[in-house]
């Protein structure tokens, strides 16, 4: 089945840095990879996604990346805010039939004022 | 759009009695519910899949008989957490994917459910 690694576990950055956390995956039939953010004692919230068939996709201050050939994807968010902080999953659709998913083990992003 | 919702969002119970925990698709129909727990500082775990009207798929060690799964509508999925120990003390999250739509999952906000 698919595996889905995530780093780093936590990143601290401080305010207006930029923050990058990356994931690989191992399934090269995976074709959809969301990215979510989890604030303490809420449900996961889609960020941004992107598809294989996009190199790269950006919402103001989000980015994605996605490289197929070496099965990797990263999250880019510029000029972070304290709000900003919380624990962010990546994950790839890992049965393209049910829509399962496969996520990583998380990032938990500390944004200093 | 794309709203689900999660009932209770926390409930305490005690041991060996049976919690049910309600997912809805607010405005869209589902055509797949993913039910999961997450531990304190992990990732999500996933329970099992489930399709409307007919029986979930279960992962690996999750026991069916202790965790009864029931989509009867398609904007609608029960999770009943049956005969609980301290040991299924979790967060519970469930996900909708939009019938017809492209694999994107929209969660709820999660169930706390302490045993006691």
């Known amino acids: 089945g698919e595996n889905v690694e995530q780093h780093p576990s936590t990143l601290s950055v401080q305010e207006g840095d930029s923050a990058v956390i990356k994931c690989t995956y191992s399934d090269s039939a995976s074709n959809y990879f969301p990215w979510y953010k989890q604030e303490l004692g809420k449900g996961p919230q889609l960020i941004i996604d992107?598809?294989?068939?996009?190199g790269e996709k950006k919402d103001q201050r989000i980015a994605v990346t996605l490289n197929k050939t070496a099965k990797h994807f990263s999250l880019h968010i510029t000029e972070t805010q304290p709000e900003d902080s919380a624990v962010y999953f990546c994950?790839?659709?890992?049965?393209?039939?049910?829509?399962?998913?496969?996520f990583g083990d998380g990032t938990t992003l500390t944004v200093k004022p | 759009g794309a709203v689900v919702s999660q009932h209770p969002s926390w409930v305490i119970c005690k041991s060996g009695t049976s919690v049910k925990i309600e997912c809805r698709s607010l405005?869209?129909?589902?055509?797949?519910m993913f039910w999961y727990r997450q531990f304190p500082k992990q990732s999500l775990m996933l329970m099992a899949t489930s399709n409307e009207g007919s029986k979930a798929t279960y992962e690996q060690g999750v026991e069916k008989d202790k965790f009864l799964i029931n989509h009867a509508s398609l904007t609608l999925s029960t999770l009943t957490v049956t005969s609980a120990h301290p040991e299924d003390s979790s967060f519970y999250i469930c996900?909708?994917?939009?019938?017809?739509?492209?694999?994107?999952?929209?969660f709820g906000p999660g169930t706390r459910l302490t045993v006691l």
């Open positions: 996900s909708a994917s939009l019938l017809g739509g492209s694999n994107e999952q929209f």
């Open positions: 405005d869209f129909q589902a055509t797949t």
């Open positions: 992107i598809r294989s068939n996009v």
């Open positions: 994950a790839a659709i890992s049965d393209l039939l049910t829509g399962k998913s496969t």
